[in-house]
């Protein structure tokens, strides 16, 4: 058999073997090299190898015994690797130990040997593809259906994330144990937070809102004052934080106008960067995960913003098993490696249970927050879920907007914190949202305590709108800062009134957020028709407190439902309806 042509693609090295695949039989020697007399050496490239990742059998050999002196706690040594070796009757494999000999007799630092760890699993890598490409062609030859290679393609991707999300070797796991000293010399209650105090470093939240809430034009203006180290909501400024922005919700003409109406520009973006409708694969896949992964290793990000996350997952919003392979494939990544994570999300029909689909969405984040608008440029800021329980639960806010001819004022547009004083009479609340009833509320001298009868009596007596539901939310809110003493109560609520509209609402930006006829301001349209208006009260016929004698009326007042006589002290209160019709005594 000596007159015999061998394969192209089977090439004798200079240990007799052959080489079939990518690999780097130098670089695998010179790790040898380094761990053969140090567990310092083995250790660092245990974070970047494993064992699969040495082609030639004997080098695999080799590191698998230095493993084990290692992790029994025994300085690796050369004449220790052979006698082992020779123990297992496997001395033929490594040239009766001329290689161990021939590798020992070059000693390499161990601070040099993570060098040449990073080339072996480089073509370890390489190998791992080409053996997969093999594995397609192979199923393809076999007549293999679309959905089969596609699955090959699936594991494939999932192993390679999984093995880049788990590491290397002992050393990267035994990192993850809790070093119980450090963990209880920790003050986690003295953790500074983020600018805003929504969140802190390493955290992951949601932002919950409807459509009109201005979820989106939030956060960037968060993430760009928090990525150019300027205050924000009343915080004080910090350095800046590296951010990542992933937006498949938003179009980048009207990205552009909400960061020039914010006061940003080219040379002022900070430590933002900004994806537009990135091709990323689903972030509930091995794949996605490992994109997004590679996207935070590129830009070096401290924090990640997914807005909306709806647009980022291929499975349904209800099916549980959608948000537990997100968790899986990009949340856990990204908080093992103390990664913040904000992610945006649609309120469901029914409100009061926050965002829409199956509620395992909720079960892996730290904070939840929902936004809602409640007219007039005021926001509400609510924290419906906490794990943590740090910072402030609840936020009023106001969205101040301003235009300059048809294009929104550059540095116009900012959200604040909200105060309760009397507003200035050069800036009045719009008549009919809920400001414009406290303030008034505050203007007929009614305490902060004072119920809803009370609060829609003095309304009546001066003719003021609102609906009930305004009204209650305005009494919640009185009653709410009644029991606040360290409320900014400055007599300021801002500097400038907001604008009648902002960049996120704008006519025909969102469904539903067109101007109607009688609208006061985008997102916040006239009484919804059917509504009943405050009705009419007479007054009230108790005098006016220096001796004028009670006015009779020529007839004693009926009840407006069933027209029977009052008396007593619903007649002396003022009251249109009996007790057995008085729907807000139920």
């Known amino acids: 058999m000596e007159n015999v042509r061998p394969f192209p693609h089977q090439q004798a090295d200079s240990d007799g073997l052959t080489t079939r695949a990518p690999h780097d039989a130098e670089a695998e020697a010179m790790v040898l090299c380094a761990v053969l007399h140090s567990a310092d050496a083995y250790q660092a490239c245990a974070e970047l190898l494993d064992r699969t990742d040495f082609y030639l059998p004997p080098h695999r050999l080799i590191w ?22 020779e123990r297992q009757g496997r001395l033929h494999e490594v040239q009766n130990g001329q290689l161990i000999y021939r590798l020992a007799a070059e000693i390499l630092p161990a601070s040099s040997a993570p060098h040449f760890a990073e080339q072996v699993a480089e073509k370890a890598r390489e190998r791992r593809f080409d053996e997969h490409a093999n594995a397609l062609k192979a199923a393809i030859s076999r007549g293999a259906t679309g959905d089969e290679l596609g699955s090959l393609v699936a594991d494939f991707q999932q192993a390679e994330q999984l093995r880049e999300a788990t590491g290397h070797g002992p050393a990267h796991l035994v990192a993850t ?14 953790i500074q937070l983020l600018p805003g105090r929504l969140m802190a470093p390493g955290q992951q939240i949601t932002v919950v809102g409807d459509g009109k809430a201005g979820k989106s034009l939030f956060t960037q203006e968060w993430m760009w004052r928090m990525a150019t180290g300027q205050s924000f909501l009343g915080d004080k400024p910090q350095e800046p934080v590296r951010i990542l922005y992933l937006d498949a919700e938003n179009g980048q003409e009207q990205v552009q106008e909400r960061f020039l109406s914010f006061g940003a520009g080219p040379r002022s973006m900070g430590e933002l960067r900004y994806a ?26 401290q924090l990640v913003v997914i807005d909306t996350v709806s647009r980022f997952i291929s499975g349904p919003e209800n099916d549980a098993d959608t948000w537990l392979s997100l968790y899986r494939h990009t949340l856990l990544p990204l908080k093992r490696d103390r990664i913040s994570s904000v992610r945006l999300d649609h309120r469901g029909k029914d409100s009061e249970r926050g965002a829409r689909g199956s509620s395992a969405k909720t079960q892996d984040v ?3 927050w929902e936004l809602s608008a409640l007219g007039g440029g005021a926001l509400s800021l609510k924290r419906t879920h906490t794990r943590t329980g740090i910072g402030p639960d609840h936020f009023d806010l106001v969205r101040q907007a301003r235009k300059d001819g048809d294009n929104w004022a550059h540095g116009g ?48 007596d001066r003719q003021i709108p609102g609906s009930n539901d305004k009204i209650a939310e305005a009494v919640r809110r009185r009653k709410a800062r009644s029991k606040k003493s360290d409320f900014d109560v400055s007599g300021k609520r801002s500097a400038d009134r907001s604008d009648g509209r902002f960049p996120e609402t704008f006519p025909g930006t969102h469904p539903g957020t067109e101007e109607t006829a009688g609208q006061t301001f985008p997102g916040t349209p006239t009484e919804t028709p059917g509504t009943p208006p405050v009705p009419h009260v007479p007054p009230s016929k108790r005098g006016n407190g220096e001796g004028t004698p009670e006015q009779q009326d020529p007839e004693t007042p009926s009840c ?27």
């Open 64 to 85: 698998d015994i230095v493993a084990g002196l290692v992790a029994a706690g025994t300085p690796p040594h050369p004449a220790l690797v052979r006698a082992e070796i």
């Open 177 to 190: 144990l809790l070093d119980w000293g450090t963990f209880f010399a920790t003050d986690f209650g003295d």
């Open 276 to 301: 537009s409708f990135p091709p990323v694969r689903p972030l509930d896949t091995a794949g996605g995960g490992a994109d997004l992964m590679a996207l935070v290793k590129a830009t070096q990000a």
């Open 366 to 368: 730290d904070h939840v």
């Open 413 to 460: 547009t900012r959200h604040i914190l909200m105060t309760w004083e009397n507003e200035p009479s050069a800036h009045p609340a719009v008549p009919g949202t809920v400001e414009h009833i406290i303030a008034s509320l505050d203007a007929a001298g009614l305490p902060d305590d004072a119920g809803n009868r009370t609060a829609r009596q003095a309304l009546a």
């Open 560 to 586: 407006t439902v069933c027209n029977t006589p009052l008396h007593g002290y619903r007649l002396d209160r003022g009251y249109t309806t009996c007790l057995e019709h008085d729907t807000d005594a139920a």
